[in-house]
């Protein structure tokens, strides 16, 4: 069982950068695969990046692809976002989720979720 706390969001304008961070709780933070997905205004839920237990892999939306980096830290049960170079589009609840069951870009394949932290880059 994991239970999954984001921060790091805020207001940032274009071309910025944001680092956020999912802190995970529990003794098996480093069997699950770990993603990323976000929620714009009217839009549904999209996937942004995935990472494997290990870290050894990952998956990346085209829409993010050279501009964002997830990174695990096992040892402090912590997952990252590295975001650079920002776009309005951007703007968005940014969710962490965690699956035990191999990287993915499903959300159907996430057992747990955090609450979301807002990341809103302005022009």
């Known amino acids: 069982q994991v239970q999954l706390v984001e921060s790091g969001g805020g207001l940032v304008q274009a071309r910025g950068s944001l680092r956020l961070s999912c802190a995970a709780s529990?003794?098996?933070?480093?069997?699950?695969?770990m993603c990323w997905f976000r929620q714009a205004p009217g839009k549904e839920r999209e996937f942004v990046t995935a990472?494997?237990?290990?870290?050894?892999?990952?998956d990346y939306a085209d829409s993010v692809k050279g501009r964002f980096t997830i990174s695990r830290d096992n040892a402090k049960n912590t997952v990252y976002l590295q975001m650079n170079s920002l776009k309005p589009e951007d703007t968005a609840v940014y969710v962490c989720?965690?699956?035990?069951?191999?990287?993915?870009?499903?959300?159907?394949?996430?057992?747990?979720w955090g609450q979301g932290t807002q990341v809103t880059v302005s022009s």
């Open positions: 989720a965690a699956q035990m069951y191999g990287i993915s870009r499903y959300e159907h394949d996430y057992h747990y």
């Open positions: 529990g003794r098996t933070f480093s069997r699950y695969a």
């Open positions: 990472i494997s237990a290990t870290g050894g892999r990952t």
